[in-house]
């Protein structure tokens, strides 16, 4: 079945650093990829969409100067928390759906997510 | 844009009894409707999804429910085991490429045995 790879899926760092966050889709291709932000005993909350070759869509009260994604592949989306804090502290998810299927029949697809600690 | 309602937010049964878990739609155009089951620090996974153009699917113990015209849905689980403890959400979409899932603010369902 389809599989989306998401690495690291454990990060601890200090306050300022940026952390890079990579979501590959291993055996088929994604046009687009979604990135989603849970925090502990909360829902799964649409960050952005990522689109290849262009622009990410950002859904209201995500910042896109802090919250940077790149979708330079048709495998590849990575998102750039900068100067993280510890509000960031949050568990990332991609997922992804598969371009070369009708898309009624396909779900989406979600990595392992990112457990991401700001000290 | 699309806003999903889940209740209830917690769920507490007896192992052998059924849950049943609600959600409600704001967009008539969403025509896609997965649950996924999500336990501690791990990926949601996909347990069983209903498209607009049928009322109910099933899936062995788990079956889903679709009113479209209420613009509900709702998660059926019989015979409950302690393996189905976890977290629930419902989602909802129009189902086509660039548009993502919306989901619910989930159930904590436990089964005692």
């Known amino acids: 079945g389809a599989v989306v790879s998401q690495h690291p899926s454990w990060v601890i760092c200090k306050s300022g650093t940026s952390v890079k966050i990579e979501c590959r889709s291993l055996?088929?291709?994604?046009?687009?990829m979604f990135w989603y932000r849970q925090f502990p005993k909360q829902s799964l909350m649409l960050m952005a969409t990522s689109n290849e070759g262009s622009k990410a869509t950002y859904e209201q009260g995500v910042e896109k100067d802090k919250f940077l994604i790149n979708h330079a592949s048709l495998t590849l989306s990575t998102l750039t928390v900068t100067s993280a804090h510890p509000e960031d502290s949050s568990f990332y998810i991609c997922?992804?759906?598969?371009?070369?299927?009708?898309?009624?029949?396909?779900?989406?697809?979600f990595g392992d997510g990112t457990r991401l600690s700001i000290l | 844009g699309e806003n999903v309602e889940q209740h209830p937010s917690t769920l507490s049964v007896q192992e052998g009894d059924s849950a049943v878990i609600k959600c409600t739609y704001s967009d008539s155009a969403s025509n896609y409707f997965p649950w996924y089951k999500q336990e501690l620090g791990k990926r949601p996974q996909l347990i069983i999804d209903i498209r607009s153009n049928v009322g109910e699917k099933k899936d062995q113990r788990i079956a889903v429910t679709l009113n479209k015209t209420a613009k509900h849905f709702s998660l059926h689980i019989t015979e409950t085991q302690p393996e189905d403890s976890a977290v629930y959400f419902c989602?909802?979409?129009?189902?086509?490429?660039?548009?993502?899932?919306?989901f619910g603010k989930g159930t904590t369902l436990s089964v005692s045995s």
């Open positions: 997922s992804a759906r598969d371009n070369g299927q009708t898309y009624s029949n396909q779900p989406q697809h």
């Open positions: 055996d088929f291709q994604a046009t687009t």
């Open positions: 989602a909802a979409s129009f189902n086509q490429a660039g548009t993502a899932l919306i």
